[in-house]
């Protein structure tokens, strides 16, 4: 079955870690996603990649990194810079082309501890 | 900055009741236009697509596009208690780089 995978589906993050996220996908889908959504509030773009070893910042990148060193896998990491962590995030990957949409995994949701 | 607008709702529907959602956006060069059902604690499952002004029918859903007016709107006919959920629209930023920009979501109602 195609699809997207997140794990895990809840993390814990102690003040000063990193913690990183997992998203893995076997659509063959060239460009990828992560967004961050809050309670009661839209999606809003953390990075994007549209090929293998490149990325660019969204609209709330401070605080995250990401790493896109093969098609499949776009692994985001919350650093201890990101001070407001807790939120559910997203990610989606798509074929290449403005009509295309995006597909969802079923998130991970971040607290702190 | 480019802008998907909805109200957030809740809109409340009898059962068997139409329900509108409507969404309006910034982009005039957007081309492509989607929605997502969002249900509670779940992650967004695309439910259309549309591309050219009109209506798009999809069993119990009809999309309808006025890129004049930049105006989308979600029609969800016999409206069930399991159709209750956000409604997500989406649209295409025309800058490229396949990013879409997401609206806030509607929140429907169902009820018996």
């Known amino acids: 079955d195609g699809g997207i995978t997140q794990s895990p589906k809840y993390l814990f993050r102690k003040e000063g870690q990193n913690v990183t996220l997992s998203c893995e996908q076997n659509l063959n889908h060239d460009a990828m996603y992560w967004y961050r959504q809050d309670p009661g509030q839209g999606l809003r773009l953390i990075y994007y990649?549209?090929?293998?070893?490149?990325?660019q910042k969204g609209d709330i990148a401070e605080g995250y990194s990401v790493s896109r060193e093969k098609k499949e896998s776009f692994p985001l990491t919350v650093t201890s810079a990101q001070k407001n962590p807790t939120a559910f995030y997203l990610c989606?990957?798509?074929?290449?082309?403005?009509?295309?949409?995006?597909?969802f995994g079923d998130g991970t949701r971040l607290s702190i501890l | 900055q480019k802008e998907v607008e909805q109200n957030s709702g809740p809109l409340s529907v009898p059962e068997g009741a139409i329900a509108s959602l409507n969404c309006t956006y910034s982009d005039r060069g957007s081309q492509s236009f989607f929605w997502y059902r969002q249900y509670s604690g779940k992650s967004p499952e695309l439910i259309m697509s549309?591309?050219?002004?009109g209506d798009k029918e999809d069993g119990r859903f009809t999309a309808q596009l006025n890129k004049a007016s930049q105006y989308v709107s979600l029609l969800i006919r016999d409206s069930q208690p399991s159709d209750s959920a956000t409604y997500l629209c989406a649209v295409n930023d025309s800058g490229g780089y396949n990013k879409l920009i997401f609206g806030a979501g509607t929140r429907l109602a169902v009820h018996p």
């Open positions: 549309i591309y050219s002004n």
């Open positions: 990649s549209q090929i293998v070893n490149d990325f």
């Open positions: 989606a990957s798509s074929k290449t082309g403005s009509n295309q949409p995006q597909h």
